[in-house]
C-alpha cells in the first residue's frame, strides 16, 4: 500500500487546511486510515481514523469538534479538514493505513503496517 499526504503549509491561528492522503490499495475488511501527528521532541500522537468500508470515525479529545475525517471512495483518498488550527497543533502529520485493525487499535501508531510521507503544518498566533 503506497500512501500520500500532502495539504500542509502555514497558516495563522483560527484559520483552516485541508490534509488529503491518497492511497493505492484496494479496500476490504478492516481497512482504516488513520492520522498522526508529531512536534519536535514528542511523540507521535493519534490524530483521527476512519474505516473506509462504514466510515466509522474516531478522534482524539484534543481536535474533536475542530478536525472532520472524511474519505472519497471514487478517489481512494481520505480527507482532514482541520478548522480552528491553533498554535499547539503545530507539527508534521503523516497518514497511515492498515487492514486488519480493530477499533481498540486505531490508536495505537505501532499497528499501522503502511505509512505516508509527513506534511509540515505550522500555525502561527
Known amino acids: 500500500v503506497q500512501l500520500q499526504a500532502s495539504g500542509g503549509g502555514p497558516v495563522q491561528a483560527g484559520g483552516s487546511l485541508r490534509l488529503s492522503c491518497a492511497h493505492s490499495?484496494?479496500?476490504?475488511?478492516?481497512?482504516?486510515v488513520g492520522w498522526f501527528r508529531q512536534a519536535p521532541g514528542k511523540e507521535r500522537e493519534f490524530v483521527a481514523a476512519?474505516?473506509?468500508?462504514?466510515?466509522?470515525?474516531s478522534y482524539a479529545d484534543s481536535v474533536k469538534g475542530r478536525f472532520t475525517i472524511s474519505r472519497d471512495t471514487a478517489k481512494n483518498t481520505v480527507y482532514l479538514q482541520m478548522n480552528t488550527l491553533k498554535p499547539e497543533d503545530t507539527a508534521v502529520y503523516y497518514c497511515?493505513?492498515?487492514?486488519?485493525?480493530?477499533?481498540?487499535?486505531?490508536?495505537?501508531?505501532?499497528?499501522?503496517?503502511?505509512w505516508g510521507q509527513g506534511t509540515q503544518v505550522t500555525v502561527s498566533s
Open positions: 490499495r484496494r479496500t476490504s475488511g478492516r481497512f482504516v
Open positions: 497511515a493505513a492498515d487492514g486488519t485493525l480493530i477499533r481498540s487499535s486505531w490508536t495505537m501508531p505501532t499497528q499501522y503496517d503502511y
Open positions: 476512519i474505516s473506509w468500508n462504514d466510515r466509522t470515525t
